[in-house]
């Protein structure tokens, strides 16, 4: 990387810039922003022509260029901010003057913004969603640019509002969106003003769903092996999200319940999962079957429903013989014989 002094031929201000070459691209940088200047034959003047002075060494010959700067070739990345925020206001009455005139086509033609559309794809109700909106001003003078948000209640988190932005600098507005209501195809014109006369938009798409978590299993069953001494029964359930913002969960139970959850509340981050323990306790009729729908409610979202199903086994008592013959017994007498059960289950018998 090599440092140059860069000066324009309409405007006695100098700046320093970071210039490196690659091939016939010539890139500037300024305040860790990409201007991105290619190097071309000069054509008729349409906008502003730079010198270039190498001051890398200044014991070495310095070497010039001209070049014609290329606006249109200005990137404008959704991803990325630009820390470095102007003023919004200025006391400079130059300054101010400038801010309040109508500019010429060709003094608009010299401003860069973007992106101009921007799409948030699928979004979770109350999920913060962002993009940075960038603005380049290559004129030589100052322009005020200011994003006309009070008016759409979802972009009332975006920053700054408004902006001075210098000759030659390039600033960002980070265009916050918060939907708070369910719309399959959102469609919402941003409007955004330059020195308080000219008027242009950028337009938000999406698709704003309710939060959602999912489930590996929508089935429980519980079981107790015959060898097993314990009197509860535990299964793992996953409770997992794909949306693109954290998502709270509640268990409704009633107080002694016969499947119990651990925890019963709770908060799955975006894009992981939650293990959750549902715990059996067998109820006084368990050897029939115990049954019963849980309900996780989501917040801003549909419920969730898990069918749980329990059974403890069953004892098997085995009688030693199949029949029982009492012969031949007078009236008013009594006959005795004897009658052996077998337990052939770990479980006790009554």
Same mark, same amino acid.
């Given at each position: 990387?090599?440092?140059?002094?860069?000066?324009?031929?309409?405007?006695?201000?100098?700046?320093?810039? $970071?210039?490196?070459?690659?091939?016939?691209?010539?890139?500037?940088?300024?305040?860790?922003?990409?201007?991105?200047?290619?190097?071309?034959?000069?054509?008729?003047?349409?906008? #502003?022509?730079?010198?270039?002075?190498?001051?890398?060494?200044?014991?070495?010959?310095?070497?010039?260029?001209?070049?014609?700067?290329?606006?249109?070739?200005?990137?404008?990345?959704?991803?990325?901010?630009?820390?470095?925020?102007?003023?919004?206001?200025?006391?400079?009455?130059?300054?101010?003057?400038?801010?309040?005139?109508?500019?010429?086509?060709?003094?608009?033609?010299?401003?860069?913004?973007?992106?101009?559309?921007?799409?948030?794809?699928?979004?979770?109700?109350?999920?913060?969603?962002?993009?940075?909106?960038?603005?380049?001003?290559?004129?030589?003078?100052?322009?005020?640019?200011?994003?006309?948000?009070?008016?759409?209640?979802?972009?009332?988190?975006?920053?700054?509002?408004?902006?001075?932005?210098?000759?030659?600098?390039?600033?960002?507005?980070?265009?916050?969106?918060?939907?708070?209501?369910?719309?399959?195809?959102?469609?919402?014109?941003?409007?955004?003003?330059?020195?308080?006369?000219?008027?242009?938009?950028?337009?938000?798409?999406?698709?704003?769903?309710?939060?959602?978590?999912?489930?590996?299993?929508?089935?429980?069953?519980?079981?107790? $092996?015959?060898?097993?001494?314990?009197?509860?029964?535990?299964?793992?359930?996953?409770?997992?999200?794909?949306? $693109?913002?954290?998502?709270?969960?509640?268990?409704?139970?009633?107080?002694?319940?016969?499947?119990?959850?651990?925890?019963?509340?709770?908060?799955?981050?975006?894009?992981?999962?939650?293990?959750?323990?549902?715990?059996?306790?067998?109820?006084?009729?368990?050897?029939?079957?115990?049954?019963?729908?849980?309900?996780?409610?989501?917040?801003?979202?549909? #419920?969730?429903?898990?069918?749980?199903?329990?059974?403890?086994?069953?004892?098997?008592?085995?009688?030693?013989?199949?029949?029982?013959?009492?012969?031949?017994?007078?009236?008013?007498?009594?006959?005795?014989?004897?009658?052996?059960?077998?337990?052939?289950?770990?479980?006790?018998?009554?």
């Amino acid at each position: 990387m090599r440092s140059f002094r860069v000066r324009s031929l309409n405007d006695k201000n100098n700046k320093k810039f $970071n210039v490196s070459r690659k091939g016939d691209n010539v890139i500037i940088e300024e305040n860790d922003v990409n201007l991105g200047i290619r190097m071309k034959e000069l054509p008729p003047v349409k906008m #502003d022509i730079y010198e270039i002075k190498d001051n890398t060494n200044t014991n070495t010959n310095k070497q010039g260029g001209m070049f014609e700067f290329d606006i249109n070739n200005i990137e404008h990345n959704p991803n990325r901010v630009i820390k470095k925020k102007y003023p919004s206001t200025s006391m400079n009455l130059k300054e101010l003057n400038a801010i309040e005139t109508e500019l010429q086509p060709e003094e608009l033609q010299r401003i860069s913004v973007g992106p101009t559309y921007h799409d948030f794809g699928s979004c979770f109700i109350l999920s913060r969603n962002q993009f940075s909106f960038s603005c380049y001003n290559a004129n030589t003078n100052p322009i005020h640019v200011e994003i006309m948000h009070e008016y759409i209640s979802q972009l009332h988190q975006t920053n700054p509002k408004s902006q001075i932005i210098p000759p030659n600098s390039m600033a960002s507005f980070e265009i916050v969106f918060v939907p708070n209501e369910q719309i399959s195809k959102m469609k919402i014109p941003i409007v955004y003003k330059i020195n308080k006369i000219h008027e242009f938009k950028i337009l938000v798409t999406g698709e704003i769903k309710p939060c959602e978590l999912k489930v590996d299993k929508s089935i429980l069953s519980f079981k107790f $092996n015959e060898n097993s001494y314990d009197i509860t029964s535990t299964e793992i359930l996953k409770l997992k999200n794909q949306g $693109n913002s954290d998502v709270n969960y509640n268990f409704i139970l009633t107080d002694n319940p016969v499947f119990d959850v651990k925890p019963r509340r709770g908060t799955v981050k975006s894009n992981t999962f939650n293990s959750i323990q549902v715990i059996y306790k067998p109820s006084d009729e368990a050897y029939k079957k115990d049954e019963e729908i849980l309900t996780c409610q989501i917040e801003n979202g549909n #419920d969730i429903q898990i069918r749980c199903t329990g059974s403890v086994p069953q004892p098997k008592l085995v009688p030693n013989i199949k029949e029982i013959d009492f012969g031949c017994i007078s009236i008013g007498n009594n006959a005795v014989q004897h009658l052996s059960l077998k337990n052939q289950s770990k479980n006790t018998a009554l």
